[in-house]
């Protein structure tokens, strides 16, 4: 514990603090009221009361404000705002807070009123909003978060569907020689906001799904996102076996059983929940396949409710049913056998009337194929009228794929579209990025980030304020670098000059290069070290040095991921590469935002087309770094020749090996030839002219494209609109 009790010496200056005529009491349970609606996770100013209030504890406890407050007394908080001056930011925050919330001139208000009674109901099994609640494990999760916070700042009616995982994922440490090891530590519930959501009587909900071998029981949590309700579904109850009560502790762990028995309490259990609630959503959005049992259930309500037959009643909420695919490798999709589907599904198949095949045949290619297991992606594509991938070649990939589902179809005619991804812009965005953003774009930009108007101010910009300012946020990265890496030292209990060593390592002024991302075998995080001489030559050129950051987790049962990250971590005991390359453990929100806001450039190299989009150079654009990647996922649609730098020209050879051969001789050559000589080609001011254009070129080209922003417009126009349109003109 920091910070002091006295009343400081400013406090005696300041007693005007005191006429806003708050008590203490008053004062602690605003701040509560702040931390308990994660809006404050993408308002810097209210980042920054917490963070004033005691910076140390702030930063120790994950940046998690529900627990920094309860080391707090009401009257120690008091005494500190007095001291640090916080009253009126307080209450400035708390008054935007209420006013955000009781928004009425939203775009969603102008262009999705028709959603107002009837709300997107959006099912996704991990949500990434913030570092301090881990139920999220990468891409797909910080998706989902980027997606529910855009439908709150667009005022869309949205309510989310997730799962409450004690455990979340994994925390990652690298132990001497260099190889991961998982950690899982239990999430303190009281220290994250989650209230008990209540059913329609005001009780607190417990869902229950039946299954061939018994009951299974999940509570259901709320956390409030802004705007957005995100409900979370957590096993942990009594009345539920040991084992079921593990059930939702971690993301992505457990057998197929588990994996089965998690998916059946976020889609039924989570449609149930919504019912419970008086809920009745007009769109159901599943974000993967991990939510597809979603729509059973809602025919089940149908059937039951309307006296619907199953052939009608499924037409019905597939035409309110939009159907999210992400994966562009076939073993990434989940499947099931007959044995399993049959013991979680049974009782809900005996209410809809049909037959185990019948069933059975939903979730195959080929419905007779009796060899064929149940695929949650064919279920999600054959219960959803709009289905989509996540960026204009992942759409090409998804409609070759699936193309057996509609044989009588040529490729062009798979009803699968695409809809790029894109970041929520707030959240990724430095502070000081947004105070130069703040001097030079139009007043009201702030409202206006999915429009390339604004943006395009960014070419007026000074090329030295720009400059500057990067190189800030560039130092505060290697702060960061240098703090992780020598506690890295510290626990792996190496000697006092290793320590030392990692606490002044990497220099500002060289050119410093991010790779940080789950550690799969196809985004090749080694193919930079295809040819370490040649590397050792790039990294260590005197005039021209280079310096590399990696971080990423790889999955608990990837042994290949895990070596690759053994190989990459132990590169610090080759002396060429000492102090030249390092590793971050843990990759997660926290490192990710240090890193895409700090870095020169940004570099992605997976093994094409297997990249579905990509998201974190998105986050990189908005901070002014360079993405340097394969055509691939998002970048493929984004790279016009100025904005950034391309690996190859979008080329796959039939041959894994020789594509990989060429993909590492064109990363080494456009690094050698483009890229370390532009950023290195300063003029009479030391500024790099070119470099920064091409800087001016990427913000002004993809920030407004690749936001979060204009994703969850084009999904309301697209997919929201037309499948809640679809369904009041069958309704009555
Ligand atoms: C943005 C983000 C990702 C997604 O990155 P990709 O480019 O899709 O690999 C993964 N993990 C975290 C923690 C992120 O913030």
């Known amino acids: 514990m920091s910070s002091t009790q006295q009343p400081s010496v400013a406090s005696a200056h300041v007693p005007a603090s005191r006429t806003e005529g708050i008590s203490a009491e008053a004062l602690y349970e605003k701040c509560m009221a702040l931390a308990r609606n994660l809006w404050w996770s993408w308002q810097p100013d ?67 009123g028709v959603l107002g009674a009837r709300p997107v109901a959006y099912f996704s099994a991990e949500f990434g909003v913030h570092e301090s609640i881990t139920i999220y494990s990468g891409g797909l999760g910080v998706l989902s978060g980027d997606h529910i916070k855009s439908a709150s700042e667009l005022g869309v ?29 239990d999430t303190l519930v009281e220290n994250i906001p989650l209230e008990p959501a209540r059913d329609a009587k005001g009780e607190p909900l417990t869902v229950t799904i039946d299954t061939r071998s018994g009951p299974i029981r999940a509570k259901v949590w709320q956390m409030q996102v802004g705007r957005v309700r995100l409900f979370l579904l957590d096993s942990n109850v009594e009345g539920n076996s040991p084992e079921d009560r593990e059930l939702t502790s971690r993301l992505y762990g457990g057998d197929h059983r588990t994996r089965i028995r998690q998916e059946l309490i976020l889609g039924i259990g989570g449609v149930r929940a919504l019912r419970a609630m008086d809920l009745f959503p007009g769109v159901l959005h599943l ?51 007959g044995g399993l589907v049959e013991e979680h599904l049974g009782p809900l198949r005996d209410a809809l009337g049909i037959s185990y095949d019948q069933l059975m045949g939903l979730g195959r290619v080929e419905p ?36 057996a589902l509609w044989p009588w179809r040529s490729e062009e005619e798979i009803p699968i579209g695409h809809i790029t991804n894109g970041v929520h812009i707030p959240s990724w965005l430095a502070w000081q990025m947004l105070q130069l953003y703040d001097r030079h774009f139009p007043a009201d930009w702030q409202q206006r980030m999915g429009d390339p108007e604004v943006w395009r101010t960014v070419q007026e910009i000074d090329d030295g304020e720009l400059w500057e300012t990067h190189f800030t946020l560039k130092s505060l990265l290697l702060s960061f ?28 002024h060289v050119l410093t290069i991010g ?47 895990k070596q690759l990250i053994q190989r990459i971590a132990n590169l610090r005991h080759d002396p060429r590469f000492a102090g030249r390359i390092t590793f971050i453990e843990d990759y997660d929100i926290n490192v990710c935002r240090h890193l895409v806001q700090g870095v020169d450039l940004w570099l992605n190299n997976p093994r094409r087309p297997l990249e579905a989009s990509g998201t974190s150079g998105q986050k990189v654009v908005l901070n002014g770094g360079l993405n340097l990647s394969v055509l691939d996922g998002w970048w493929a649609e984004a790279y016009d020749g100025r904005n950034g730098f391309a690996i190859g020209r979008g080329t796959t050879h039939v041959s894994e090996e020789e594509t990989d051969r060429r993909d590492a001789e064109n990363l080494y050559r456009v690094l050698e030839q483009e890229v370390i000589p532009m950023f290195y080609q300063r003029d009479r001011d030391g ?7 091409r800087m001016k070129d990427s913000i002004s080209t993809l920030a407004w494209r690749f936001s979060s922003d204009r994703m969850v417009m084009d999904y309301t126009r697209l997919c929201y609109l037309p499948a809640a349109g679809g369904l009041s003109s069958q309704m009555p």
């Not at 703090?483 to 220099?507: H, I, K």
């Not at 500024?687 to 254009?693: F, H, S, V």
């Open 46 to 112: 209210v980042v920054n009361i917490f963070r004033d209030l005691d910076p140390i504890r702030w930063r120790q406890l994950d940046h998690n404000p529900i627990a920094l407050l309860k080391e707090f007394t009401p009257e120690r908080l008091d005494a500190r705002a007095q001291e640090m001056v916080l009253y009126s930011r307080i209450n400035y925050a708390y008054r935007r807070l209420q006013e955000y919330l009781n928004a009425t001139n939203t775009w969603g208000r102008t262009h999705a």
């Open 157 to 185: 009616p949205l309510v989310a569907v997730g799962l409450f995982y004690h455990q979340g994922y994994f925390k990652q440490y690298l132990d001497e020689h260099g190889y991961q090891r998982e950690e899982y530590v």
């Open 287 to 337: 974000n993967e396949g991990h939510s597809a049992f979603a729509p059973l259930e809602a025919i089940r309500e149908r059937m039951f409710e309307d006296g619907l037959s199953f052939e009608e009643a499924m037409r019905q909420v597939a035409q309110m049913t939009v159907f999210t695919t992400h994966t562009p490798v076939p073993a990434g999709h989940d499947r099931f056998d």
């Open 368 to 403: 007779t194929n009796h060899e064929e297991p149940f695929c949650m992606t064919v279920l999600g594509l054959k219960l959803s009228r709009k289905a989509n991938a996540v960026s204009a070649l992942h759409g090409h990939v998804t409609r070759r794929m699936w193309a």
């Open 481 to 508: 670098v240098r703090r992780r890496v020598s506690r890295q030292c510290r626990r792996r209990g190496e000697s006092e000059e290793a320590v030392e060593a990692a606490r002044t390592m990497f220099d500002p």
């Open 515 to 561: 790779f940080a991302r789950r550690f799969a075998t196809y985004k090749r995080a080694d193919l930079i070290l295809t040819d370490l001489d040649r590397l050792a030559a790039i990294l260590n050129n005197p005039q021209r040095p280079v310096q590399l950051i990696f971080a990423g987790k790889a999955h608990p049962a990837d042994e290949p991921g």
């Open 687 to 693: 500024l790099p002219r070119e470099w920064i254009q």
